[in-house]
């Protein structure tokens, strides 16, 4: 019933820029309120591992690989995060995922409260 709909990734050369967007829907429910969210990244033969999350006050934390170059920012009103990614390099390669945690309700108008609903993920691809 959530679903996290990732968009964005693509090929982008070394020094490029790319945004991905993550937009959370609840299908025949809603969204009552949208708690921490994140982007992580699984590269070929790699964990998948935390790029940045930004809490709901809008406070961020960014892993030390992409400090300086990526900028994690949401829309409350719009129940997305976004992912500005710059200066690309190849180590950068990998899918990306979307996570929230968030309070619902269902068709019956019924709270639910979730953590970690993850997206399908998007591919980046960075060229040297």
């Known amino acids: 019933q959530v679903e996290l709909a990732e968009s964005g990734g693509g090929l982008a050369q070394a020094g490029g820029s790319l945004r991905l967007s993550c937009a959370v829907s609840v299908g025949s429910g809603k969204i009552l309120n949208l708690y921490a969210m994140g982007w992580y990244r699984q590269g070929p033969g790699n964990q998948r591992e935390l790029v940045a999350d930004i809490n709901s006050a809008g406070s961020t934390n960014y892993a030390e690989p992409v400090k300086g170059r990526f900028t994690i920012s949401r829309d409350n009103a719009k129940n997305t995060v976004y992912l500005q990614m710059n200066s690309l390099k190849p180590e950068d390669t990998a899918v990306y995922y979307c996570?929230?945690?968030?309070?619902?309700?269902?068709?019956?108008?019924?709270?639910?409260?979730?953590?970690?609903?993850w997206g399908r993920g998007t591919q980046v691809t960075v060229s040297s």
């Open positions: 996570n929230a945690d968030l309070v619902f309700t269902d068709w019956m108008g019924t709270p639910i409260a979730g953590k970690d609903f």
